[in-house]
RNA sequence: GUGCCUGUAGCUCAGUGGAUAGAGCGCUGGUCUCCGGAACCAGAGGUCGCGAGUUCGACUCUCGCCAGGCACGCCA
């Protein structure tokens, strides 16, 4: 299929070559030539606009240069015919050659059948979920992890070497609050409240006491008659560290694994913060004024200069921020992903004026992925959410009453920039409206099929028994088409950044297997045909099998 | 007030400047002597927020309105 189109594609290079020559005129533009695949099926595999690109031009009507065009255009075994429709569009209908190589490729390939070198081999870091280590991970850092985690898997496939990070935002005024929160319940526990007033923006969760009970049962009471400043580092680490390490648990068990954790306040136990403020001087992009340290974001198209040290002399988080970038390019990335909850989208031209200034280009080399908020639903009713009171539901309380699969399927299907309600009851149902089972089901069902094969003595076909001309009703063509522009769909995907594309493909690909499997049997049919439908099977799964594999979600031989 | 995002079927959402705008749910009506009915088929349902502009051609690009969300700190 990427063959036959790269050699159509010549054709009408040629052609607009010709065209243009004779007519003596060549001080107009060229337009581009695109290929297109039509979504009705009466208009062909491919279809060009070219002609009506050039009508005007040329002052001729398009449908009559589009015959032109089509004159030129040589015999090819590949090309059963060419029409002229609509406005004066080319359409090209394919002989069914191309299915026979694409079969051929996805066996020779199997479960890496897609795969590409797009990326080649340059390394891009991925950074996401990055939550503050004061509290659960909600469900909103969720989507960010399915979103962080399968746009990671999907770049890996398509030729990036992927750096998955953590960054874990462990200095800074809410490690102090979280510290002292944690205090006050330890206070209270011991019945002296008053001694230590719950701060006015503390944590409220729950939690917070667990974790002061722990603190109880390893130091006993030691901290009441201390003074308070000097035990809150005590309570500060206990309890960032044990949320810390409940975070990895929780990422972990959710299927999310990540390559680094980078803590943010090793940046300043590095010094590396200072020798960013110093590089930035050094270059004229900061200055002092008003007793503090500003970053010259003005000059690289941010609305006002942001303050990088307080005149207190404490860095603001930004500081830390554009410390870390700089770090991630000197590690060796070419390309920063972030992933970011969308709220912090008034942040990004800051950060792309700081890289600018650290001498990178902020729209190729950086890019940030929004995760719009998730509208967390039971039976059609939103569930209160809120965090001030810390009555939240957490990521781990929806994947364990769900399930991963599900979890991970309803984050990544639709596009992250925008809302998203997730139903809880919905995702639970086995049932036709949940479409995550209805993916899984089409696996299970080729597995069956297959199984059911070998049980009944079928001996599984070669490769060369496979009849393209035999795939002919409607089902079995759309299926094999389905399966053409899976290349295609997956690398929209990957450049996007957009796992949903994968998602819709994936449903779609599918829908159209059930369509097919109700329309025509397979075992039991006449022998060439059984052999033409197990071998298409056979690659359906594998490439299904390879879209779940990318979501991370199991692909099950029976259900 | 300024900036960003979003307005597409009753609901939730897809949609590369192309031809008759799609899917799921919900609704109505059908399909199992047969490989798994967690499936399939058919039908109803649309002024693509509104109005201009660019273009041979606009849901898609530009501008202006309207509505909703978010952000506008020496917070993180």
Not at 169 to 186: E, K, V, W
Not at 344 to 361: F, N, Q
Not at 375 to 398: K, P
Request: net charge negative; glycine share 8%; charged share 30%.
């Amino acid at each position: 299929m990427d063959q036959i189109k790269a050699t159509i594609t010549g054709y009408l290079q040629k052609v607009s070559e010709e065209i243009t020559r004779n007519l003596g005129s060549n001080e107009f533009d060229y337009p581009e030539i695109t290929l297109e695949r039509p979504k009705r099926e009466g208009h062909g595999d491919f279809s060009t606009n070219l002609a009506m690109q050039y009508a005007g031009k040329l002052g001729k009507k398009p449908r009559v240069l589009a015959q032109e065009m089509v004159d030129l255009i040589p015999e090819d075994p590949h090309i059963e015919k060419i029409e002229i429709a609509g406005p004066g569009f080319i359409n090209f209908f394919l002989s069914s050659l191309w299915i026979r190589d694409m079969i051929d490729e996805i066996y020779d390939q199997g479960n890496r059948y897609g795969s590409s070198d797009l990326g080649g081999g340059r390394a891009v870091q991925v950074e996401f979920v990055s939550a503050n280590p004061t509290g659960p991970l909600h469900v909103g850092h969720g989507r960010g992890a399915a979103v962080g985690d399968t746009v990671s898997n999907i770049l890996s496939y398509m030729g990036w070497k992927v750096g998955r990070e953590y960054y874990i935002n462990d200095a800074g005024l809410q490690m102090d609050i979280l510290g002292r929160s944690t205090q006050s319940r330890y206070f209270e526990l011991a019945g002296k409240a008053e001694e230590c007033p719950f701060p006015e923006d503390g944590y409220k969760g729950d939690y917070i006491y667990d974790l002061a009970r722990e603190v109880i049962d390893r130091d006993g009471m030691k901290y009441l008659d201390m003074d308070r400043e000097s035990s809150l580092p005590e309570f500060r680490s206990y309890a960032s560290e044990k949320i810390l390490t409940s975070i990895r648990k929780d990422l972990q068990d959710f299927g999310v694994p990540f390559d680094n954790w980078f803590s943010e306040k090793s940046l300043y136990e590095d010094g590396l913060v200072d020798q960013m403020v110093n590089f930035l001087k050094e270059k004229d992009f900061a200055y002092e004024q008003d007793g503090a340290v500003w970053f010259r974001a003005t000059a690289f198209d941010d609305e006002k200069d942001r303050v990088l040290i307080r005149n207190n002399g404490v860095p603001t988080y930004f500081a830390s921020d554009v410390a870390y970038h700089k770090n991630k390019f000197d590690r060796g990335f070419s390309k920063l992903i972030d992933v970011w909850g969308a709220d912090h989208h008034g942040y990004i031209p800051r950060v792309k004026a700081a890289i600018s200034s650290l001498g990178h280009d902020p729209e190729e080399d950086f890019q940030v992925l929004l995760i719009q908020f998730v509208n967390l639903l039971r039976e059609g009713d939103q569930v209160s959410m809120s965090t001030r009171s810390g009555q939240f539901i957490t990521l781990r309380d929806v994947f364990e009453e769900v399930g991963v699969d599900a979890t991970r399927y309803f984050f990544v299907m639709r596009r992250s920039d925008s809302h998203l309600d997730f139903d809880l009851e919905l995702a639970k149902k086995e049932s036709t409206d949940n479409p995550v089972y209805y993916v899984q089901y089409a696996h299970a069902r080729m597995c069956s099929v297959l199984s059911e094969a070998e049980s009944r003595g079928v001996v599984f076909p070669d490769i060369a028994s496979f009849r393209q001309d035999l795939l002919d009703s409607p089902e079995e063509k759309k299926l094999v088409s389905r399966l053409a522009v899976f290349r295609e769909e997956l690398e929209r995907s990957s450049q996007e950044l957009a796992p949903h594309i994968l998602v819709n493909y994936v449903h779609d690909l599918a829908g159209d297997f059930h369509s097919f499997y109700n329309a025509k049997r397979i075992l039991g049919e006449e022998k060439n045909i059984m052999e033409t439908r197990l071998i298409l099977l056979k690659a359906c799964k594998t490439v299904l099998g390879i879209c779940l594999d990318l979501l991370r979600i199991t692909a099950p031989e029976r259900m």
